[in-house]
């Protein structure tokens, strides 16, 4: 169902549509779609010319526009208030220079979100509907108190203010409307609106008509289309509004895939239905071909039966030769999924790049891998790790769809034997080379199961003592050669 959360400094409500009327509510149902107002005083307006542009130049002229007024922000905007795509117009840069209140309400929520629109912008786009050029809109709540100056169709000015006197009614009154009057007055000293503008209150303007009549403030009837109704009251025109998803929407696509990708599922079937309805009233015979494939997959689910039966043949005739068949599958299983398990050439040329990522004196002269073999030994004479045994039974069999946490302990880790060298700038002072091994000694160590078996920095914390007798630094080899465990353990895949 179609559910609005309106965010504004003091808190945070939902509200949910049924029976064409809006009406409060804890949380959100799993099931409803969700329209997020934010009524906030980080909210920003500024307009500006839109020329004539198309395709990627306007999309450039705009992304560099909300650059400058947004910088930090990934909530923002730019909907066109006047002209169209084939006539240079005006644009609104808007959003909200910080989105916090925005995401801790959004990260707890696990509904498809449409959008979210800033309030100044949709009352804005409301006003516009009306066909109301001038106007200095107010919209009250509890706590604040929403001000958007409009000229000639387009916001100049919008301000959230406090409202500091909420224990007293009478005090509140007058709080708004000196912030009414003072937004007035600015308004004028900056020559941005005339004094005659009018005034239209989306609240109940009766305790503070006769201070505006006073002030020589034009306060103009509410419209049939802004009226309150149910819960929502004064916001019920406004929450209707947005849900048809208008101009001015800030959320990035990322917080709105899941509604992205609900769109394109229901356009999805609706062109399936639309495709299969024209098949069988324009094309009779196209439908008779239809029904053939259908049949066609009717024989090859047969066929799947039949494999499924020679399948199970096969393994009793396993079972026969007194071998297990669940050893055979495991075994092929293991296999495939071990060879997928092995890592590529340039997964271990990226781990000796990030060795020497920090060392801009050094490249590489030489490297070389391989997976030792049962028997082996690492790096010309090290012990290495035997490898499972072909007749050991090893579980592969997770729930169907899922994957395993963990790997089970009958299957041992793989190890690679990797070895490389490197060249060092002749102009490179001893003491330097001997700190660059240490940093290359250290980076490959930080990573969780190497073995370094050959090091170069073992040799020059020699040199390290004053006075000592140790090997020359200059005729240390620079070469490492060490065990990698396998990134990923052989382990059955969804």
Not at 86 to 113: C, H, M, N, Y
Not at 114 to 143: E, F, K, Y
Request: proline share 6%; charged share 20%.
């Amino acid at each position: 169902m179609k559910t609005v959360l309106f965010i504004n400094a003091s808190g945070a409500r939902y509200y949910r549509r049924e029976n064409r009327i809006w009406q409060a509510i804890e949380m959100p149902a799993p099931g409803d779609k969700l329209w997020v107002i934010a009524n906030l005083p980080e909210e920003t307006l500024e307009a500006f010319n839109l020329p004539l542009l198309f395709g990627r130049d306007r999309s450039d002229f705009l992304e560099r526009k909300l650059a400058a007024a947004l910088p930090r922000s990934a909530y923002r905007a730019a909907p066109l208030i006047s002209g169209n795509y084939f006539r240079p117009g005006q644009a609104v840069a808007t959003g909200l220079t910080s989105a916090e209140a925005v995401t801790l309400q959004l990260d707890k929520l696990d509904v498809p979100i449409a959008g979210v629109w800033g309030m100044a912008m949709l009352l804005t786009l409301m006003v516009s509907r009306l066909a109301i050029q001038n106007v200095i809109v107010v919209q009250p709540s509890i706590h604040y108190l929403r001000i958007l100056a409009i000229k000639q169709g387009i916001p100049v000015l919008t301000r959230c203010v406090r409202r500091y006197s909420e224990n007293s009614n009478n005090g509140d009154n007058d709080n708004v409307f000196s912030e009414i009057l003072r937004t007035r007055q600015h308004l004028e000293n900056s020559h941005l609106m005339e004094g005659d503008t009018p005034l239209l209150y989306l609240g109940d303007a009766s305790p503070i008509s006769a201070h505006l009549i006073d002030a020589g403030l034009n306060l103009l009837p509410l419209p049939e289309a802004l009226t309150p109704k149910g819960g929502a009251a004064y916001l019920h025109p406004l929450f209707e509004f947005v849900t048809q998803s208008p101009r001015g929407q800030l959320a990035p696509l990322l917080l709105r895939a899941r509604n992205f990708a609900d769109n394109l599922r229901k356009a999805a079937y609706l062109g399936i239905a639309a495709s299969l309805l024209s098949v069988i009233v324009l094309g009779e015979e196209d439908f008779r071909t239809l029904l053939r494939l259908h049949g066609r997959g009717q024989a090859l689910n047969a066929d799947l039966q039949t494999a499924s039966a020679e399948s199970e043949r096969l393994a009793a005739k396993i079972s026969a030769s007194g071998t297990d068949p669940d050893v055979v599958r495991q075994a092929t299983r293991f296999a495939a999924l071990e060879m997928e398990a092995a890592p590529s050439p340039a997964t271990l040329m990226q781990f000796v790049a990030s060795a020497i990522a920090n060392q801009p004196q050094v490249r590489i002269k030489t490297l070389n891998f391989r997976f030792p073999f049962t028997g082996d030994r690492y790096c010309q004479g090290h012990s290495v790790i035997e490898l499972p045994l072909v007749n050991q039974k090893i579980d592969l069999s997770p729930l169907s769809g899922s994957t395993p946490d963990t790997t089970d302990a009958s299957a041992p880790q793989r190890f690679t034997e990797l070895q490389f060298s490197i060249l060092v700038t002749e102009d490179t002072p001893p003491a330097t080379q001997i700190e660059i091994r240490k940093g290359i000694t250290a980076a490959l160590k930080s990573h969780s199961g190497v073995q370094l078996m050959t090091d170069p920095a073992a040799f020059s914390l020699i040199n390290t003592l004053k006075g000592g007798i140790g090997m020359d630094s200059g005729q240390v080899e620079n070469l490492w050669c060490m065990s990698v465990p396998w990134a990923n353990t052989v382990k059955e895949q969804p």
